[in-house]
């Protein structure tokens, strides 16, 4: 989670977007919702309007309000055709909104309508439909997907410095002396070490600390197998294959930055920039607002489509400053280790973490929306004509 320099901002962002007809943002933003149920919702009603197949495959938990929970398959398409796009939403829970938004759009505008006849679309709503409807970025367990990719049978990625600054961290209070210890504590790390350096140790990964940020596992998680075998179901025939996987809380407000995870220097990578327009960032060579990472969920894709042609991004949407945006995270994590979620500073706590994470307004919706668009068609595009 490093901060996009404006020295490295992709060439074609030149500022907020210019603002949209009002008539447009109202359009895009009925296709967003306000929690996961409406969210759920909204997306099986738009993929039966486009009549698309859809299998969910159901969470063994439920939602704040007792309701059900599931990952959700739509599929436009079949197993004969030779390439395949698949979508993903909430691989970090409350990113959710993003996500969900973009794909009920992509339906109900006739995007997916306009996919190549040798093309499926494959649309994964709620990779953690449980951080989704709990308004957490990680799910049951306190994982975070994008850290469970690894190889669980063996020793884990190292992360020594992170014992540290755990403590810090995980403070025993939010609103007291403990807290304000702990962050001057930080600030003298920040000193010490540079404040890239603290951004490192805490976003990379870490699997030592099951109440801690940035925690991997120590094993594969619910969503983890399930987002396997829809691959295997989904994308492992294929010829050729492409994941955009959606995000948010990075970068510049409503931009969707489109990433790719390994250095500029991975032939998966020059493809990409050749279908993207050159736009694509990479955390390898300090062009990405995301810091390189440890387990991320294209990992899957190498696993269970061996065969296809890959090409695997996420597209990254800026929400809030970086640093509001990981205080919100650390006191969601600080909340269920050592607060109450019922109370008022527990509400106060989760109406911020929704915050950071979702721009709740009709320009970032359609921003949202529009990029969507946009990156699905070059998809398309490079799919059939690489």
Known sequence: MTVLRAENYPKNYLGPRTAIQDGAAMTSSAYFATDYQEARGKFLDAAKSASMAVTSHPHPGKGPDGGAL???????????????LICTSATHGVEGFCGSGAMVGLMREGVVAERPADTAVVLVHAHNPHGFAHLRRTNEDNIDLNR?????????????????????????????????????AIGGY???????????????????????LFYGG????????????????????????????????????????????????????????RWYNGEVTSPEDGTSSSAAVTGYMAVAAIDEAPKPERTCIAIEYGTLPWETVLASV????????????????????????????????????????NR??????WSYAGLTGG
């Not at 603290?198 to 600390?209: D, P, T």
């Not at 594969?220 to 010829?239: D, H, I, M, Y």
């Not at 979620?341 to 994470?357: C, E, H, M, T, Y």
Request: aromatic share 10%.
């Open 70 to 84: 599931a990952m959700d398959v739509a599929v436009a398409g079949d197993a004969s055709c030779p390439n395949a």
């Open 148 to 184: 469970n990719f690894v190889d669980h049978s063996g020793a884990h990625p190292a992360n020594p410095d992170y014992a540290e600054v755990h403590p810090w961290l995980v403070p025993a209070d939010w609103d007291g002396p403990a807290r304000e210890a702990a962050d001057a």
């Open 190 to 212: 920040v000193a010490a070490h540079g404040e890239e350096a603290y951004q490192k140790v805490v976003s990379m990964g870490q699997y030592s600390h099951a109440d801690g």
């Open 218 to 273: 120590v094993a594969p998680s619910w969503s983890n197998r399930t987002w396997r075998a829809v691959l295997r179901e989904q994308g492992a025939a294929r010829k050729r294959l492409c994941v955009i996987d959606y995000h948010t809380g990075l970068g510049p407000r409503g931009y969707g930055e489109i990433q790719f995870e390994r250095g500029p220097e991975d032939p998966e990578f020059l493809r990409a920039q």
């Open 330 to 369: 650390r006191a969601d994590n600080w909340l269920y280790a050592k607060g109450e979620v019922n109370s008022p500073l527990g509400r106060d706590i989760k109406s911020a973490i929704r915050d950071a994470f979702y721009g709740d307004d009709d320009q970032w919706k359609a921003d949202v929306y």
């Open 372 to 377: 969507a668009a946009e990156v699905t068609r």
